[in-house]
C-alpha cells in the first residue's frame, strides 16, 4: 500500500497520530511546504470502561464529653439522602498521622480499613485570605497569627503557601522559606470590590443589606430601604403602603447585589485552584481559609465542586471568621448575619472534618490550631440511587445506639453528572472507521478504480479536497493546515480488509495555498486487491475546525 500527494510530497514512516481540533497544528519544522506521515491503519481493540457515581463523605465524631470517637465501625452509621437510607459502599477510618489513603476507589472494600499509626506526617499548608470581603482590622490581626504561626509552629518538612482572593499576593508554590513567607504576609492588604456602592444616594444599601433585600430574607431591612426612600423621592410614596417605593427598592438591590455577586464565585474559582494544587502535595493537606463570610446564594454547585474536589484529594479545609467576637448592636440581627455570611465556611470545614471557629479575637492561637491536621475522622461514600436530577440534595449521617454522641460531616451535595470526557481524535476517526454513514462537512471528492500497482492487481484511490472549504491558520507568511487521510478496503457487509491512514502537514506560501485553493489537494493511494468487490470507505479530517468528509464507494477488481 502507498499514499501519493500529487504535488512535492515528503514521504516519511513516523508517527501519525491527528492533531486535536485546536490550536492548530504548529508550524513544521521542515521548510518543505507539504510533508505526509503514513502507516498502516490498525483499529483500536474495543475497550470496556465503567464510572463510578459515587458521593464521599468525610466525617467527625465526639462522645458526650467532647472527645474525639476512634474505633466506629461501618455498622455503627446510617446515612439519609434526602431522607431515604443510604447503602454505604465504602468506609474507612483515618488517624491524623496515618498515611492519607488513596481516594476512595471504585473497588475499594466496604469493611472498615482499620486505622493505622505512624509518625507524624510533614504538613503541607495553604493559607487563603479572603482578601477582598475582608476589613483592615480583621485581616491585620489575621496576619499576625499567620506570622507567628510560620516563624515559630513550623516543623522542618513542614510547606507553606500564601494566596489571596485579589491575587496581589500569591507565592509561587509551597515552601519553608520563612523569610519569603513572611513577606508574602505582611503585603496582604485589603481589596475591597469597587462596585459596593449603588448608582443613587438614595437608598444607601451595604452589600450585604442589597442581599437580604434581593433575597428577602429580612422584611425590616426592606421596609428601612422604604422610608429612606420616601424621605428623598417622595412621589414613589403617595399609594397606601408605597408598592412603587418597594418595587423602586428591590429594583436597586438587585442591581447592586448584581454588581457584588461576582466577590463570591470568585472565592469559589481560587478556592478551586489552590485545592488542585495543594492536592499533588504530599503529607498532611491543610487548606486555612481566612474571611468574614460572604453571601452564597444560587452557588450550590460552586460549593459543591470545591467541597468534593477537597474530599477526594484528602485536603483538610479549616476555616476562621476574621470578624472575631462581634458585641453590641441587636444581637439576633447579629447572629442572622453571621450565620448568612458564614454558611461556606461552616459547611466547608464540617465536610472535610475540619475546622470552623468564630466569635473568637485571639487569632494566633487560631491560626495554630487551624494549621493542625484534623484528628480522628472517618471517610464513607455511597452510590445515589437515582440519577443526577441537577438539585441539592441534604445528606444527614447519624449514629445507631450512641446517645450523646455528635456527628460533624457534609451537609450536602449537588446530583449532578460528571462531564463527559472528551472524545480523542483518533478515537473519534476509529469510531467513524467502523460505521457506515457518509458526512460532507468539507469538500472532497473520492474516485476508487480497479488498477495494477507494482504488476499486482490493486484497488486505487484518488482523493481531491477543495482548499477553498478549509480553515487555515497563519504563521508569519505561512499558511498552516493538518489533514488526515483514512483509505479503508471493506467488504460489502463492512468487515475490514485493509487500511492505510495518513497525516498531511500543510506549510504553504501564498503562492503554493493560491495553488492549492484553485486546483485542489489532490492524493492517490493503492491497496492490493484480489478479485472481489469491495467499499472503499474514506475519512478525510481537518484541524482547523475538526471538520469530517467520509464517502463509501463501490469498486469491482476483475
Not at 444607601?204 to 425590616?220: E, N, V, W
Request: glycine share 8%; proline share 8%; with cysteine.
Amino acid at each position: 500500500m502507498r499514499f501519493l500527494v500529487l504535488a512535492g510530497l515528503l514521504l516519511q514512516a513516523s508517527s501519525m497520530q491527528p492533531q486535536a481540533p485546536t490550536p492548530m497544528p504548529a508550524q513544521p519544522r521542515s521548510i518543505e511546504e507539504v510533508r505526509i506521515r503514513s502507516g498502516v491503519y490498525t483499529p483500536a481493540p474495543p475497550t470496556i470502561t465503567a464510572q463510578a457515581n459515587l458521593v464521599e463523605v468525610g466525617a467527625t465524631v465526639h462522645d458526650p464529653h467532647g472527645r474525639l470517637a476512634t474505633g466506629l465501625a461501618e455498622s455503627d452509621f446510617e446515612l439519609l439522602d434526602n431522607g431515604k437510607p443510604q447503602k454505604i459502599q465504602f468506609f474507612s477510618e483515618r488517624t491524623r498521622d496515618a498515611e492519607p489513603a488513596a481516594a476512595a476507589g471504585i473497588s475499594a472494600p466496604r469493611a472498615a480499613t482499620p486505622a493505622v499509626e505512624s509518625p507524624r506526617q510533614p504538613r503541607t499548608i495553604a493559607l487563603f485570605f479572603d482578601d477582598t470581603h475582608a476589613d483592615n482590622a480583621g485581616l491585620q490581626r489575621s496576619k499576625e497569627g499567620a506570622e507567628k504561626l510560620v516563624t515559630t509552629a513550623l516543623g522542618p518538612a513542614d510547606r507553606v503557601g500564601v494566596f489571596t482572593q485579589s491575587g496581589t499576593v500569591v507565592t509561587p508554590g509551597f515552601s519553608g522559606d520563612v523569610p519569603a513567607l513572611v513577606e508574602a504576609i505582611r503585603k496582604i492588604s485589603p481589596h475591597p470590590h469597587i462596585g459596593l456602592r449603588s448608582f443613587l444616594s438614595c437608598p444607601t444599601l451595604s452589600a450585604y443589606q442589597a442581599y437580604l433585600i434581593r433575597y428577602k430574607l429580612d422584611p425590616p431591612t426592606e421596609d428601612t430601604a422604604v422610608a429612606e426612600v420616601c424621605g428623598c423621592i417622595e412621589s414613589l410614596c403617595t399609594q397606601p403602603g408605597f408598592p412603587r417605593a418597594h418595587e423602586f427598592v428591590q429594583t436597586q438591590a438587585a442591581s447592586q447585589w448584581d454588581q457584588v455577586r461576582s466577590k463570591s464565585t470568585g472565592v469559589m474559582d481560587v478556592l478551586m485552584v489552590i485545592v488542585k494544587h495543594l492536592a499533588a502535595e504530599p503529607g498532611s493537606r491543610i487548606l486555612v481559609m481566612v474571611s468574614p463570610g460572604f453571601p452564597t446564594p444560587e452557588m450550590d454547585r460552586n460549593k459543591n465542586a470545591v467541597i468534593d474536589a477537597a474530599v477526594r484529594a484528602r485536603i483538610v479545609i479549616n476555616t476562621l471568621d476574621s470578624e472575631g467576637l462581634v458585641a453590641g448592636g441587636n444581637q439576633k440581627a447579629v447572629a442572622m448575619r453571621q450565620e448568612l455570611l458564614t454558611s461556606f465556611l461552616s459547611d466547608a470545614s464540617a465536610s472535610t472534618g475540619g475546622t470552623f471557629i468564630k466569635n473568637n479575637n485571639d487569632y494566633v492561637s487560631a491560626i495554630g490550631r487551624l494549621a493542625e491536621p484534623a484528628e480522628e475522622s472517618y471517610l464513607l461514600a455511597f452510590s445515589p440511587q437515582r440519577e443526577p436530577d441537577g438539585n441539592y440534595h441534604e445528606l444527614k449521617l447519624k449514629l445507631k445506639n450512641h446517645p450523646g454522641f455528635s456527628v460533624q460531616a457534609r451537609p450536602g451535595y449537588v446530583s449532578v453528572a460528571p462531564p463527559p470526557r472528551p472524545e480523542p481524535i483518533q478515537e473519534r476517526i476509529d469510531r467513524e472507521a467502523g460505521a457506515s454513514d457518509t458526512r460532507s462537512e468539507l469538500g472532497a471528492s473520492v474516485k476508487a478504480s480497479a488498477g495494477q500497482d507494482n504488476g499486482a492487481s490493486a484497488v486505487l484511490v484518488d482523493i481531491v479536497v477543495d482548499a477553498k472549504t478549509l480553515k487555515f491558520a497563519a504563521s508569519g507568511d505561512r499558511s498552516l493546515q493538518e489533514l488526515t487521510f483514512v483509505t479503508l478496503l471493506r467488504e460489502p457487509g463492512g468487515r475490514l480488509i485493509a487500511g492505510r491512514q495518513a497525516v498531511m502537514d500543510l506549510n504553504l506560501t501564498s503562492a503554493k495555498l493560491a495553488d492549492m485553493q484553485a486546483n485542489g489537494i489532490k492524493v492517490s493511494t493503492s491497496i492490493p486487491a484480489v478479485k472481489g468487490v469491495y467499499e472503499i470507505r474514506e475519512i478525510v479530517r481537518e484541524a482547523g475546525e475538526n471538520h469530517f468528509a467520509i464517502s463509501n464507494t463501490r469498486v469491482e477488481v476483475p
